[in-house]
């Protein structure tokens, strides 16, 4: 079977070419290629010998997944829904700022954590994604943007997609031995080029995982916090159950000591009624004195069946405030891309379920 080379990172591209008797300077020349350029087939590589074309045709490929919908809703979010198999789509979303674009890209067709507010929780797990099928959506996103093809293509300032956050369907740190590789390709000077500090992974607070990513390639790092104390976020974000805040907390130290220079930026999405009181607000502030963080709000986007209310923006603006006079630095998530379900928490995709999860919890289970 022709190896996928879009989802080699530098060293298992090396180790490609070895295994063809090429060198390794080949194999950097293929990645820019198929990367900063966005080489679709290896007839476009004019600077490669024909016959190490001819030899890369028949052993390898670049497949990236099909696009099956691709919609723009009037803010300029875009949302491409991608099938990886003949079964599961997942989807990758753009999201156009001041200053920055932001692509939002999915690790797993589905997600095991069942997290009670989550849409993709409410899906069920399928599969892991592929390295492949991981960067391939930003492959795909930066061809659709009109980046590669540009004279001086990425990484020549002009690029649509200054940032990466693994926050769309699935739990990057239950499939590092792809999300790592693709991290890798991101920050790669012959891959994307972006800064470490512009690729972001979040977790729902796997420890190992979040040990293993320190280790092997330590990109910053967001946490899905969700709630001040066990008692609530065992029910809001099940894996709690296993890795309580206090592990937690001393995860996120850890991962600090790796990344000097980083802080954690904690995920918070507001629930009413559930997590957004001014009481919750000062015991958050307990947390955060134990790890240089910061706080991102996100207002809950309802998905049918969900259980959940967003929480009234005036109490948005005062849970935020009550953590700015506690000293810790808070942004509020705009909402964006209402019109095409392309809001955090909303990423859907197709799963074919193997894990038959149809529970919803009731709201008033999970009130406080
Ligand atoms: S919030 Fe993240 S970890 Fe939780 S169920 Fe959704 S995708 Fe999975």
């Given at each position: 079977m022709a190896t996928n080379l879009l989802g080699l990172d530098a060293q298992g591209?090396?180790?490609?070419?070895?295994?063809?008797?090429?060198?390794?300077?080949?194999?950097?020349?293929?990645?820019?290629?198929?990367?900063?350029?966005g080489a679709a087939g290896f007839g476009e590589m004019t600077d490669i010998a024909r016959e190490l074309r001819a030899k890369l045709a028949a052993s390898a490929a670049i497949e990236p997944?099909?696009?099956?919908?691709?919609?723009?809703?009037?803010?300029?979010?875009?949302?491409?829904?991608l099938k990886v198999d003949g079964a599961n789509a997942v989807e990758a979303v753009f999201i156009p700022e001041e200053g920055r674009g932001t692509l939002c890209v999915s690790s797993q067709a589905g997600c095991t954590l069942d997290c009670a507010f989550c849409s993709t929780g409410k899906q069920g797990f399928n599969r892991n994604l592929s390295a492949a099928e991981i960067v391939g959506q930003l492959w795909l996103a930066n061809r659709a943007l009109g980046v590669?093809?540009?004279?001086?293509?990425?990484?020549?300032?002009?690029?649509?997609?200054?940032?990466?956050?693994?926050?769309?369907m699935g739990e990057p740190t239950m499939n590092l031995d792809a999300v790592i590789p693709a991290a890798r390709l991101m920050i790669d000077e012959n891959?994307?080029?972006?800064?470490?500090?512009?690729?972001?992974?979040?977790?729902?607070?796997?420890?190992?995982?979040?040990?293993?990513?320190?280790?092997?390639?330590?990109?910053?790092?967001?946490?899905?916090?969700?709630?001040?104390?066990?008692a609530l976020r065992d029910r809001l974000v099940p894996v709690n159950r296993k890795y309580p805040i206090r592990e937690l907390l001393k995860a996120c130290n850890r991962y600090l000591e790796r990344a000097p220079r980083d802080f954690i930026t904690f995920e918070y999405v507001m629930l009413e009624g559930v997590n957004d009181s001014d009481a919750q607000a000062m015991a958050l502030l307990g947390v955060a004195a134990r790890v240089r963080c910061k706080f991102n709000l996100i207002p809950f986007n309802p998905f049918p069946d969900s259980g959940f209310k967003r929480?009234?923006?005036?109490?948005?603006?005062r849970f935020a405030e009550v953590l700015q006079r506690g000293g810790i630095t808070v942004t509020t998530r705009k909402?964006?891309?209402?019109?095409?379900?392309?809001?955090?928490?909303?990423?859907?995709?197709?799963?074919?379920?193997?894990?038959?999860r149809s529970r919803t919890i009731p709201i008033e289970e999970l009130r406080a």
């Amino acid at each position: 079977m022709a190896t996928n080379l879009l989802g080699l990172d530098a060293q298992g591209m090396e180790r490609f070419f070895a295994g063809l008797g090429e060198k390794p300077f080949r194999a950097r020349q293929v990645l820019k290629w198929i990367h900063r350029r966005g080489a679709a087939g290896f007839g476009e590589m004019t600077d490669i010998a024909r016959e190490l074309r001819a030899k890369l045709a028949a052993s390898a490929a670049i497949e990236p997944p099909a696009v099956a919908g691709d919609s723009s809703s009037a803010d300029g979010t875009r949302k491409w829904l991608l099938k990886v198999d003949g079964a599961n789509a997942v989807e990758a979303v753009f999201i156009p700022e001041e200053g920055r674009g932001t692509l939002c890209v999915s690790s797993q067709a589905g997600c095991t954590l069942d997290c009670a507010f989550c849409s993709t929780g409410k899906q069920g797990f399928n599969r892991n994604l592929s390295a492949a099928e991981i960067v391939g959506q930003l492959w795909l996103a930066n061809r659709a943007l009109g980046v590669h093809g540009r004279a001086g293509a990425v990484g020549a300032g002009n690029r649509a997609i200054s940032n990466v956050v693994f926050m769309g369907m699935g739990e990057p740190t239950m499939n590092l031995d792809a999300v790592i590789p693709a991290a890798r390709l991101m920050i790669d000077e012959n891959g994307y080029g972006l800064s470490r500090r512009r690729v972001t992974v979040s977790t729902s607070g796997v420890v190992p995982g979040m040990d293993r990513l320190a280790a092997e390639c330590p990109v910053a790092l967001a946490v899905s916090l969700h709630a001040p104390d066990d008692a609530l976020r065992d029910r809001l974000v099940p894996v709690n159950r296993k890795y309580p805040i206090r592990e937690l907390l001393k995860a996120c130290n850890r991962y600090l000591e790796r990344a000097p220079r980083d802080f954690i930026t904690f995920e918070y999405v507001m629930l009413e009624g559930v997590n957004d009181s001014d009481a919750q607000a000062m015991a958050l502030l307990g947390v955060a004195a134990r790890v240089r963080c910061k706080f991102n709000l996100i207002p809950f986007n309802p998905f049918p069946d969900s259980g959940f209310k967003r929480s009234p923006a005036e109490r948005v603006r005062r849970f935020a405030e009550v953590l700015q006079r506690g000293g810790i630095t808070v942004t509020t998530r705009k909402t964006r891309g209402d019109g095409i379900d392309a809001a955090c928490g909303q990423l859907a995709g197709e799963v074919a379920d193997r894990t038959r999860r149809s529970r919803t919890i009731p709201i008033e289970e999970l009130r406080a």
